[in-house]
């Protein structure tokens, strides 16, 4: 089974600090995804990375960027964090290969 | 706005019974759609997809896609409480390429 996982697991931050959230997967998967879930919302698309070194915006990119050093890895970060900020984020991989994208367990993040 | 609409947001029905929820995209530069389970507390997990117009049917769960109107359902039937959760359509151009997730249908099967 496809495994991902993201670290921290909960994260309390405060407001004009800077968050890093972490992602790694084992899989091999060229694609990474970062989302946010909100009630009402659903998941929306931050970032994602078609392979190492490349990074694109998704759907609600400001007041975030992110990193993909390596195949494995991809990191979501929050500059200047802010209360809006406070949500559930998920980090998923996928390719063509496998044709659906696995997500990680999930990070909680409260920005105070 | 929301380029996957999913209705209804939430739906109750009787354990042993038919489940049925719907999904739309506005964004006519789709092809793939996903359908995704999510249990409380848990992450999304792959549940179908289906990618070419007709009915796919895997134990108690069809689904069905008209690719002219975008439109893809999900049917459960013989429901069981452990299907109790939180129903997430996804939309996309291919099957490599990110996707786009609707808001939800919670589902919750009553004993």
């Known amino acids: 089974e496809a495994a991902v996982t993201q670290s921290p697991r909960n994260k309390v931050a405060v407001t004009g600090g800077k968050v890093t959230l972490s992602c790694n997967q084992t899989n091999n998967h060229n694609n990474m995804y970062w989302y946010r879930q909100d009630t009402g919302h659903g998941l929306r698309l931050i970032h994602y990375s078609y392979g190492a070194g490349s990074t694109e915006k998704g759907d609600i990119p400001d007041g975030y960027k992110a990193s993909r050093p390596s195949q494995e890895n991809f990191s979501l970060i929050l500059e200047l964090a802010t209360p809006s900020q406070t949500s559930v984020y998920f980090c998923a991989s996928g390719d063509d290969r496998v044709a659906e994208q696995f997500f990680g367990p999930g990070t909680r993040l409260t920005v105070l | ?111």
Not at chain 2, 40 to 66: A, D, Q
Not at chain 2, 93 to 103: A, I, L, M, V
């Open chain 2, 1 to 111: 706005q929301q380029k996957v609409q999913q209705s209804p947001e939430s739906l109750i029905v009787p354990e042993g019974g038919m489940a049925s929820l719907n999904c739309t995209s506005s964004d006519r530069n789709v092809d793939y759609f996903w359908w995704y389970r999510q249990h409380s507390g848990k992450s999304p997990k792959m549940l179908m997809s289906i990618f070419s117009n007709g009915e796919k049917e895997e134990g108690r769960f069809t689904v069905h896609l008209n690719k002219a109107s975008l439109h893809t359902s999900l049917h459960i039937r013989d429901s069981q409480p452990s299907d109790s959760a939180l129903y997430l359509c996804a939309a996309s151009k291919n099957s490599g390429t990110y996707q786009r997730f609707g808001t939800g249908t919670k589902l919750q099967v009553v004993p």
